[in-house]
């Protein structure tokens, strides 16, 4: 199974300002993915991280508000840009295993706006 | 594309009990199946997955699912419930053309009785 580690891990923002949720795998991955969990709600999707290439957004989702990176094959970054309180959610990061057929997920990163 | 129902937004149970926690997917097959568990306050961790290999599936914590066409379900038990079981379960698939997204159930939260 894949180990992946995200930071931070809790964070209260004001609204206004951005923030920059790092996800680091213990493996190269071609697809990372980033979900969002807002409070009581279930998980969507949010975007596809792909190394090398403009990451693919959801439907309702725009770069402008939710910038990511890939540099490389483990790494990615999703920020949540002029928050307000309706971003206050869980981000996490996912990765599929190598065979395809699993997908694995960090902890997650708890962000309040305020 | 696909889509998941899960029955009950709240299950409680007593310990020792049957656990039953239900999930319907739309009515074409899709490549994989997920139950995932999210302890309080913790990211989601994956408890078992179907890929088409046996239609009863076993995973952690004595928890199993059972894949039924005819039926389009694919439901979580576990025999006996316990305290520590007591968290929030989805239930995934995954999308038909890109089979490492997932499109999610909106959650049961099982509540644990002693």
């Known amino acids: 199974s894949a180990v992946i580690s995200q930071k931070p891990s809790r964070d209260i923002c004001q609204r206004g300002t951005s923030l920059t949720i790092q996800c680091q795998v213990d493996?190269?991955?071609?697809?990372m993915f980033w979900y969002r969990q807002q409070p009581g709600q279930s998980l969507t999707l949010i975007a596809t991280a792909n190394q090398g290439s403009e990451a693919t957004y959801e439907s309702g989702f725009v770069i402008d508000k939710f910038p990511i990176s890939r540099p490389n094959l483990t790494f990615s970054t999703l920020t949540v840009s002029n928050m307000s309180p309706e971003d206050s959610s869980i981000y996490l990061c996912s990765v599929c295993s190598s065979s395809g057929n699993t997908i694995y997920f960090g902890e997650g990163s708890w962000l309040t706006v305020v | 594309a696909q889509s998941v129902t899960q029955l009950g937004s709240h299950v409680s149970v007593s310990e020792g009990a049957l656990v039953l926690l239900r999930c319907n997917y739309s009515?074409?097959?899709?490549?994989?199946l997920f139950w995932y568990v999210q302890y309080p306050n913790q990211g989601l961790q994956l408890l078992l997955k179907?890929?088409?290999?046996?239609?009863l599936v076993k995973g952690i914590n004595g928890f199993e699912a059972e894949f039924k066409k005819s039926e389009t379900s694919f439901h979580l038990t576990k025999p006996s419930a316990h305290m520590s079981d007591a968290a929030e379960y989805f239930c995934a698939v995954s999308e038909e053309d890109a089979t490492n997204k997932l499109i999610f159930g909106t959650g049961t939260l099982l509540a644990v009785q002693p």
């Open positions: 009515s074409s097959v899709p490549p994989y």
């Open positions: 179907y890929t088409s290999a046996a239609t």
């Open positions: 493996s190269q991955v071609t697809m």
